[in-house]
Nanobody, 115 residues
Framework: QVQLVESGGGLVQPGGSLRLSCVANSGIIFNSMAWHRQAPGKQREAVAIIISTGNTNYADSVKGRFTISRDNDKNTMYLQMNSLKPEDTAVYYC??????????WGQGTQVTVSS
């Protein structure tokens, strides 16, 4: 059973930075990995995605502030978040899709941006 475990969330002031990590307990090579987030009362939305070629894509709301990356040797994906805003407050979820189309989700990590 593949498990994804997120870490790195917390409370940060506006303008601050956080780095989220997502570790997979398996050596499976995922076709794509992504970060999603869900704010209270809102639908879950995709924030950033990275595919096996290394290509990335970002939601307009985070372009220029967030950077997604992955280390296949460590089965880990990261999300570097800079210039954080209160509207970035949400639970952030790790998502991974295998070559066969199996989809996995982590349990989420809370990010709160507040002064």
């Amino acid at each position: 059973q593949v498990q994804l475990v997120e870490s790195g969330g917390g409370l940060v002031q506006p303008g601050g930075s956080l780095r989220l990590s997502c570790v997979a307990n398996s050596g499976i090579i995922f076709n794509s990995m992504a970060w999603h987030r869900q704010a209270p009362g809102k639908q879950r939305e995709a924030v950033a995605i990275i595919i096996s070629t290394g290509n990335t894509n970002y939601a307009d709301s985070v372009k220029g502030r967030f950077t997604i990356s992955r280390d296949n040797d460590k089965n880990t994906m990261y999300l570097q978040m800079n210039s954080l805003k209160p509207e970035d407050t949400a639970v952030y979820y790790c998502n991974a899709v295998t070559l066969r189309g199996s989809v996995y989700w982590g349990q989420g990590t809370q990010v709160t941006v507040s002064s």
